[in-house]
């Protein structure tokens, strides 16, 4: 009797866990590829954990990952679609079934990479996550990239003075048109009334040599490190209609970036320049690396409310945060590596002192002037939400050795605000207004400690 009760709740049981619960394998949820220079990220969501062994094969440079208790779905196949074909590391991908349990991934490669595995927990809108990140194993060293750049800058910038040049030269080259005067009926008599010889054009004396000073002023270059907050798995916040902060704070950073490198004197860097993920502590990294004299930090963020709006600008404070509402943006932001993803297993000893560092007082000092003039003229573009430079412990903006501030462009929770996050005539104005506060901070704070001439 007792047997049979045990029977007859057998069926229930099963009808109570479902398909996808008596399967031996997760079920995808989705497959991601962020392509980007620095390094490209695959990502594999689903609704239980994954496990996974990765090797390197060569000759053909390959790949090869092979996912244990999994079959093969219409949701991982679609990762051969995910490639793009401008992504700097990866051809191509096939996916197979490669054992009854066991899905192999092969990753036809560009170049030779560093692959890193790792997974990451549930969080935000996130199921399990599988990710492999793949570095090249030759890291270009960013401020060789930045000298080339600006050399490259330099010569295109000669090239069009020298064009210019060579069109006035040859204006001037020409033989000059005298028109004859009209006759007035008198003929003047023979050596009388005749025009004098024209004097040969003198060609101008070249300009004296610049002096040391003027070539140390031209040499100095200013380098102003510009990180668009979030990126790749990290959407940041999100409009009513749907605008992703990690996208439109790209396009506004981009615009800076070009507005500065217009600046004789001044060079921009970018933590990321495409949609893809940088780790807090990599940010802070990127700008000491390349000895930034400046790190701007740009976001759009959400508040509780969708009233919330106007622009903020925050420096980083020692001590507790000037506001509640700043202290609630601080940890809000430092929760982005949760989002994007970091591998908690390359993080080295240096690496965190770099972002766990105590910043020095003057640093803070800077910071703030720097916030006052970039606040005070994103103010003559639109409304602010503070008058003043507000400060809390954000982690991107502990930089020992680098004046950092944070630039919120907009509430994106707040419809008009988010409206007007999407006009490019705004975001114009806006990349202008800040462009202009760095440039008074430097015309009053010049980094005379920092002459490169590279």
Do not use: C
Not at 56 to 83: C, F, H, T, W, Y
Not at 98 to 103: E, G, S
């Amino acid at each position: 009797m007792k047997r049979r009760q045990a029977l007859k709740q057998v069926p229930f049981l099963v009808l109570s866990l479902g398909a996808a619960e008596l399967a031996y394998g997760a079920s995808i949820v989705a497959v991601r590829v962020w392509p980007a220079a620095d390094y490209t990220r695959v990502t594999i969501e689903s609704d239980r954990p994954l496990a996974a062994q990765h090797l390197m094969a060569q000759n053909p440079e390959r790949l090869v990952i092979d996912i244990e208790n999994l079959e093969l779905s219409p949701a991982l196949r679609e990762l051969v679609g995910k490639v793009r074909p401008d992504d700097p590391f990866i051809a191509g991908v096939r996916v197979g079934q490669n054992q009854p349990r066991v899905v192999r991934l092969v990753f036809d490669l560009k170049q030779s990479v560093r692959p890193e595995q790792f997974t990451l927990m549930p969080v935000a809108a996130y199921q399990h996550r599988l990710v492999f990140d793949l570095y090249p194993t030759q890291a270009t060293d960013p401020m060789v990239a930045l000298v080339a750049e600006k050399a490259q800058a330099e010569r295109e910038a000669a090239q069009s003075v020298q064009d210019a040049l060579g069109e006035l030269i040859g204006r001037v080259d020409k033989p000059l048109q005298v028109t004859p005067p009209k006759p007035t009926g008198t003929l003047p008599a023979p050596g009388l009334g005749a025009a004098a010889p024209t004097a040969p054009l003198q060609t101008p004396a070249p300009p004296p040599p610049p002096s040391r000073e003027l070539k140390d002023r031209i040499n100095r270059l200013i380098i102003v490190a510009i990180d668009p907050g979030h990126g790749g798995e990290d959407p940041g916040a999100i409009g009513p209609s749907g605008l992703k902060e990690k996208d439109v704070v790209l396009q506004v950073a981009l615009q800076l970036r070009d507005r500065i490198n217009k600046k004789p004197g001044m060079r921009a860097v970018m933590t990321r320049d495409a949609d893809f993920f940088v780790p807090l502590y990599d940010r802070v990294n990127k700008a000491r690396r390349v000895q930034a004299d400046l790190f701007i930090s740009i976001h759009a963020d959400a508040f509780f409310t969708p009233e919330a709006r106007g622009a903020s600008v925050f420096a980083l404070s020692q001590g507790g945060a000037s506001s509640a509402a700043a202290r609630w943006m601080a940890k809000k932001e430092n929760a982005a590596d949760m989002v994007g993803g970091v591998n908690a297993n390359v993080k080295d000893e240096q690496v965190l002192k770099a972002l766990l560092d105590m910043s020095t007082a003057a640093q803070i000092k800077d910071s703030l002037r720097v916030g006052s003039e970039v606040l005070r003229n994103i103010g003559k573009v639109g409304r602010l939400h503070k008058r003043d430079v507000e400060q809390a412990g954000f982690a991107v903006l502990k930089a020992p050795d680098i004046p950092s501030i944070l630039v919120e462009t907009a509430f994106i929770s707040n419809p008009t605000e988010e409206q007007r996050l999407r006009d490019p005539e705004y975001q114009e104005r806006l990349v202008e207004a800040i462009f202009l506060g760095v440039e008074r901070y430097f015309a009053k704070n010049p980094p005379l400690s920092r002459n490169r001439t590279s």
